[in-house]
């Protein structure tokens, strides 16, 4: 994974890097399923290797698919990188070791969905109950966020034949 | 694109398991993995496929635009619209118990409905978005 | 082997300030929305190591398993995920208008442009 990424940063060829990226997508997929994640890695694996692939893809057929290369090194952003990575890592070493069946984050509210799910809604698949009933909002509004989008990809993209005639005659 | 006999032949073969095991992923979501989002992602890849092979022309005959801006809207209501008529029946807004004759059928039935809807929505627009782009370029190549 | 328990978000924060240079040093705009997207997934796998529990299975209740990892972070994350490709398809298409009304996708060419008109 870490490789795939060092590739993404080197190429210069758009093309190579969006193809990486879907790899990377299937890395972490693999990574989802190891953790026990496997809704997250089901999905991950149809969006992130499928479709984000062919939008990049259709995008880049639209806009030209070479990089090309900067004049100046970038010492700065390695720095600045570089700085918060440590900052991030001295970060991590109070966080709960992996794994840990004590950790906050396994003592809050989780018992109590798992201990409910069965009884209280009858859906055996925890994932899909908390999504869907205990967290009822938060799938709304990640709704409405993915019609937003829609709209908005609608908005600039569609509809551009009208528009562009006029700027034809403009230029 | 249009001379590939044999990916013709296969996709044709394809499409039709692709949209029953999206179908799948979204009814059966409530017991194995899957639900609205994988399964709308699943269906409207089954699309996005289509439009590869035979055309974006030929797709969005196939599901016309308006159908697909329906679709869109049609989602994000069926989710809000559960959330009302639970108020309806006395609950609280996307409360599902009062759906059915007791409480844990009656959150089986929200939970439906709100991943239905869900699907409905994810599914319209990436196949929205896709076909956008992949419009736009075919569009190029006839100027 | 203490350390060995911590070894997972190493690879976070690398795969993290990997996403962060390539947003900060590249140019190129599409560049950057990939750069995003490394971030994004690094995000990703922190939230699914912090749910992951040692000897539990993926949170399906089924009878004669005990330990279930935490099912909330895969539920926010599921929705990251398809939030997160909406919204990079919402990026890819003001990539794709800008480039129709300036020809070009990198960044230092757009701000030079911009100047010039």
Redesign the interface.
Known sequence: ??AT??M??RLRS?FA??ML?GI??LL?AV??VV??????AF??AA??AG??TV??L???A???SE??T?ERT?IL??L???V??AA??YG??D?P?????N?P??KH??PT??ME??PKTTV????TS??ASY?GY??LG?TV??LT??V??LL??GGRRRRRKPGKEGE | MIHHLILRVVAKLLIPYILLFGLYVQFHGD???G?G?QA??IFASAFVLYALIYGVEKARQVIPDAVLRVGIGLGVLIYGGTGVVSLLLGANYLDYSPLAHDAPHGQHIGIFAVELGVGIT?AS??AT?FF??AG?SERDEED | M?W????????V??????????V?????L??K???L??FQ?SV??LY???????????????EGIE????????????????????????G??????I?EAYG???DDELEERERET
């Open positions: 994974m870490a990424v060092f993404i940063v758009l890097v969006v990226s990377y997508s972490a990574m989802f953790l026990d994640a496997v809704d997250v999905t991950e969006v992130g479709i984000s939008l990049m259709g995008a880049l639209l806009v030209k990089e090309k900067p970038a952003p390695l600045a990188a570089l918060a990575g991030l890592v991590t070493l966080m070791h992996y794994g840990d069946p950790a984050a396994q509210v989780a969905y798992l799910s069965v055996p698949n925890v994932v908390v999504l967290r938060d799938t990640e966020v993915i989008a829609g908005g990809v600039l993209l | 017991f194995g993995p639900g989002f709308g992602v994810v627009v990436m978005i956008q782009f736009r | 203490a060995l328990g911590l070894y997972n978000y190493w690879i924060v690398f795969l993290m300030m990997a996403g962060l240079y390539i900060i040093a590249r140019e190129n599409i560049k929305l990939v750069g997207n490394v997934a990703f796998i699914i190591t912090v749910g992951k529990v040692d000897g539990g299975t993926a949170p399906i209740i089924a330990v279930y990892s935490n099912p909330l972070p895969h539920v926010l994350i599921l929705t990251a995920i398809v939030v997160g490709v909406a919204t990079t398809a919402l890819l298409a003001l990539v794709v208008r480039n070009t996708i990198e």
